[in-house]
């Protein structure tokens, strides 16, 4: 059977940098993120008695063999799931370029695990979708349920989850990507990871996130911008100074990153209300609220350097849809 699956991007409010097990990608910390609406995987799959091997394309780009291998082992466990030994035919689509440099893992592997399963025609709950797409890849998990997202880190497998903390129309605010460079980045965050308990600092980070999990949390019931941005910040800041002191460092600021970074506290001083947050990589997003959308696009773009921005609304989680891509 063929299917096919949405699944957004996301943007990590408490980032999950460092994992307790490998290859369970059972994470060190629990994270929050929220969907993003402007970036999406699209991807359909199909099992076939006729295929010989895995059959793995990307419309407008070409993944290399070590990404290949890495779909064909997430295909393989849902092979495993299903009891079958059947290859499959998988074309996916990203909506935005690959070229822009934007991570696709978190969406990638949220469509492949949710359209994997429905062409392998397991029923799976969300929970138990959330927890097969994180051992394609962590941050996949917070793609799969609604709107604002939290994966809980856990001794086990299947504790380790993620779920819909408010959905998607709860609270209206905007993140703004703003796209400074398109190569691709030359250590992932798998491999960025790995060096994680090398920086002196990892471990004052692990302690202060149950409080900031808590401020954050309360930022969201109270509809507090303020406070939420400044917490989103605060953890951005935390986890790069983590990868910057890891051993060999990671650095993944240029200098368009570096000038946006600041131009926000000055706008910010000057009454502008809006907060920067970065992941593995230099572009840049930008946290507001949906009043402030057009004077933080105008003053971004007034920038040197910038080479695309893309406004994202919190969007609904991965689903199925009627459309294949073959
Ligand atoms: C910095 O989910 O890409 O974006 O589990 O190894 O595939 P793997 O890592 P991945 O890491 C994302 C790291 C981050 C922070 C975040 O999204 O929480």
Redo the contacts with the bound molecule.
């Keep these: 059977m063929k299917a096919t699956a949405i699944a957004p991007a ?3 409010f ?4 460092g ?1 307790a097990d490998e290859e369970l ?1 059972l ?1 060190l910390n629990t ?1 929050i ?1 929220m969907n993003l609406s402007g970036a999406h995987t699209t991807t359909t799959v199909e099992f076939s008695d006729e295929l010989k091997a895995d059959d793995i394309r990307l419309v407008d780009g070409q993944f290399s063999e070590t990404e290949k291998k890495r779909i064909s082992k997430h295909l393989g466990r849902i092979r495993d799931r299903a009891k079958i030994r059947t290859f499959a035919k998988v074309v996916t689509q990203n909506s935005f370029p690959k070229s822009t440099g934007i ?1 696709s ?2 969406s990638g ?1 949220a469509a492949l695990t949710v359209a994997g399963c429905a062409s392998a025609v397991i029923a799976l709950s969300e929970k138990e979708l959330t927890v097969l797409a ?1 051992l ?5 998990c ?1 793609s799969i349920p609604d709107g604002f997202v939290q ?1 809980d880190a856990a001794g086990q497998s299947d504790d380790s989850y993620a779920h819909s903390l408010y959905a998607a129309e709860y609270w209206d605010i905007r993140d703004i990507l703003v796209i400074v460079a398109t190569e691709e980045k030359k250590v ?6 790995e060096g994680v308990h090398t920086s002196p600092h990892f471990a004052a980070r692990l302690a202060v996130i149950p409080q900031r999990i808590r401020r954050l949390a309360d930022a969201l019931v109270k509809k507090d911008f303020t406070a939420l941005g400044t917490v989103i910040e605060e953890d951005c800041l935390d ?1 790069h100074r983590v990868m910057q002191t890891q051993s060999p460092p990671l650095n993944y600021w240029t200098e368009a990153t570096k000038r946006i970074m600041e131009a926000v506290v000055g706008w910010r001083s000057m009454g502008l209300p809006v907060y920067y947050t970065i ?3 230099p572009n840049v997003h930008l946290i507001c609220e949906t009043k402030d959308e057009e004077r933080v696009v105008k003053s971004v773009k007034a920038m040197k350097g910038i080479k695309e921005v893309i406004v994202n609304r919190p969007a609904e989680g991965t689903h199925l849809v009627e459309e294949h891509l073959f």
């Excluded at 408490?14 to 940098?17: E, H, L, R, T």
């Excluded at 394609?136 to 996949?140: H, I, Q, Y």
């Excluded at 992932?188 to 990871?193: A, I, K, L």
């Design positions: 996301n943007i990590a408490i980032k999950y940098w994992k990608r994470p994270s993120s991570a893992s978190a592997f994180r394609g890849s962590g941050s996949a917070r994966w992932g965050s798998s491999g960025g990871m986890m992941d593995a990589g």
